[in-house]
């Protein structure tokens, strides 16, 4: 495609991501609230809030493609995740419809089903189970793609991820890594797919203890590549296993689920 916006991407994953997306367009527009450098001579920079309407509206504008990063990514007080995440996704799927509904990947979260126990293996259709008010804007996220694919036919990839970092940090997270190779790879299959749909996707990498079902959208063609096992004895030996009987043992979404509803 010529041109990938992304937002978000000052952020963790966002800088995670933007050097490894070369091959899906020729040229980047990143944005993001924070001020930030392309880095790049096929990159450009552009400031937006994404509870600004008409500054989302022109972001979109010219744009073949949205790799939707941007928002509140922590578990916070409604006041803080309301902009982004609820009024900004709304105002990013409004812009995307006046300007020809370029193909969206929404970056969902594993939050959406984090009170299902680790015990459970799930499949992309089971019942929302959100651990946060965090977890509940994602759930909004996924149900404005699925009202703007039936009502107006927006193609949107709804990727639940589970933990997109250079390596996994903890023992839940063996369960739950996707490196940032195999996001990348996720995000080329979903740009190049003839037709995409509305699917959910598990951001998962190839772990050997994982607990989702990406059977459904094997007709993406995406494989990943990697593996949490590697880093596995150095966990066993940096960190502590949990009590058997503490949140990040117990639940998919982990500590998420203990965390109290924030004040502002």
């Known amino acids: 495609m010529s041109k990938l916006l992304v937002t978000g991407a000052a952020g963790g994953l966002g800088t995670l991501m933007r050097g490894r997306l070369d091959s899906v367009a020729k040229t980047l527009r990143l944005s993001d609230i924070a001020e930030m450098e392309p880095g790049g001579a096929d990159a450009e920079f ?64 594993n939050h959406t089903i984090g009170y299902y126990t680790q015990d459970t293996h799930l499949t992309a259709d089971v019942p929302l189970r959100p651990d946060g008010l965090y977890g509940v804007s994602k759930c ?25 970092f250079e390596k996994p940090r903890d023992h839940r997270m063996l369960s739950t890594w996707m490196s940032p190779d195999d996001f990348a790879r996720l995000i080329e299959c979903v740009f190049r797919a003839p037709r995409l749909g509305c699917p959910v996707i ?54 998420f689920t203990a965390e109290p509803i924030h004040r502002s």
């Open 140 to 164: 909004f996220g996924e149900a404005v793609a699925s009202l703007y694919h039936d009502k107006f036919g927006q193609e949107t990839a709804i990727v639940r991820i589970g933990s997109c």
């Open 202 to 255: 598990w951001g998962v990498s190839d772990n050997d203890t994982r607990w989702w079902d990406n059977t459904a959208t094997a007709f993406l063609g995406w494989k990943p590549k990697d593996s949490s096992e590697p880093f596995r004895e150095a966990i066993d030996a940096a960190i502590e296993r949990p009590d058997a009987d503490a949140p990040d043992a117990v639940y998919q979404g982990g500590k």
């Open 46 to 109: 552009v400031r937006c809030d994404l509870a600004d309407r008409n500054a989302v509206m022109s972001l979109v504008e010219g744009c073949d493609g949205i790799l939707h990063l941007g928002g509140v990514s922590i578990e916070k007080s409604f006041d803080k995740i309301l902009p982004a995440n609820i009024v900004g996704v709304y105002n990013l799927y409004e812009a995307a419809r006046a300007h020809g509904m370029p193909r969206i990947l929404f970056a969902s979260s």
